[in-house]
Nanobody, 121 residues
Framework: DVQLQASGGGLVQAGGSLRLSCAASGFTFDDYAIGWFRQAPGKEREGVSC????????YYADSVKGRFTSSTDNAKNTVYLQMNSLKPEDTAVYYCAQCRSTEWGYEYDYWGQGTQVTVSS
């Protein structure tokens, strides 16, 4: 079974940093792009990033560009999201998922339990 488990969330002050991890299993890691999306109460789901496990090419949402960096450790089947200069508006539950580019934007499939990120002002 496809499993993607996010971890690493927490409470941080504005301007701080967190690193999220996504452990993937049940599929050939190198064949897929893995991304992050977030869901805040009362807001639409927002795609944050999508990184190709094969060549490292990465998409970032404009709202996080320059502050967030995604990377992969293919030996560990793990994707990371380094989040710097965090803002209160980054507060959300973050999920990792397989991602793909479509004509309507990035789509996310097969996500597991998310991890809560709370940024205090």
């Amino acid at each position: 079974d496809v499993q993607l488990q996010a971890s690493g969330g927490g409470l941080v002050q504005a301007g701080g940093s967190l690193r999220l991890s996504c452990a993937a299993s049940g599929f050939t890691f190198d064949d897929y792009a893995i991304g992050w999306f977030r869901q805040a109460p009362g807001k639409e789901r927002e795609g944050v990033s999508c990184i190709s496990s094969s060549d490292g090419s990465t998409y970032y949402a404009d709202s996080v560009k320059g502050r967030f960096t995604s990377s992969t450790d293919n030996a560990k089947n793990t994707v990371y999201l380094q989040m710097n200069s965090l803002k209160p508006e980054d507060t959300a539950v973050y999920y990792c998922a397989q991602c793909r580019s479509t004509e309507w934007g990035y789509e996310y499939d097969y996500w597991g339990q998310g991890t809560q990120v709370t940024v205090s002002s």
